[in-house]
């Protein structure tokens, strides 16, 4: 008799075992994709332009570009100068730059040439992909001007 009732009870938790583990309990989870956005305070550091590597001279500052769509503005440094100007986000990654002035201060020509290559391509650029850590500005679907977050920006 014993034994009997020792398979019953065996028998008894077992079912209730897979009972609860059989349970339909659906948790609804709430799954929210969240797109990266501009933040005024976020500086962007150049690391690539048309697919190349930047490779700055001794000496020049890197070429950095911070965008406050809230503001409709852009401003960063060339490498030499400051520059600055009118950024209109068009939704979709698109975007519009107003007209880009600059400070003129006298820097060594190889710096000069870095920076007008950067203010040609940035005057190209019509719409953009913005990642956590990663920025490109692109001409149609072609990637022309690659940037990273500064180190520093990357808490926020």
């Given amino acids: 008799m014993k034994y009997k009732t020792k398979t019953l009870v065996l028998i008894i938790i077992a079912i209730a075992a897979i009972s609860m583990g059989a349970c339909k309990c659906h948790k609804k989870v709430a ?3 969240a797109k990266p956005e501009f933040n005024a305070e976020e500086t962007w550091m150049l ?5 190349k590597e930047v490779v ?3 000496g020049q500052k890197q070429i950095t ?3 406050n769509p ?8 060339s490498g030499c100068n400051r520059y ?4 209109k986000d068009l939704g979709d990654g698109q975007f ?3 007209m880009i002035n600059a400070t003129k201060m006298a820097c060594p020509e190889p710096f000069h040439k870095i920076e007008g290559a950067y203010m040609q391509l940035l005057r190209l650029c019509d719409n953009y992909t913005l990642g956590e850590y990663t920025l490109e500005l ?3 679907d072609k990637v022309l001007l690659l940037f990273e977050k500064q180190q520093d920006d990357m808490s926020k």
Avoid: W
């Fill in 65 to 67: 570009l911070v965008i």
């Fill in 96 to 98: 519009e730059l107003g």
């Fill in 84 to 87: 600055f100007g009118d950024f």
């Fill in 70 to 77: 809230e503001a409709g503005t852009m401003n960063g440094h």
């Fill in 138 to 140: 692109k001409q149609k």
């Fill in 47 to 51: 690391v690539s332009m048309r697919g």
């Fill in 31 to 33: 799954v929210i994709e």
């Fill in 56 to 58: 700055y001279n001794e």
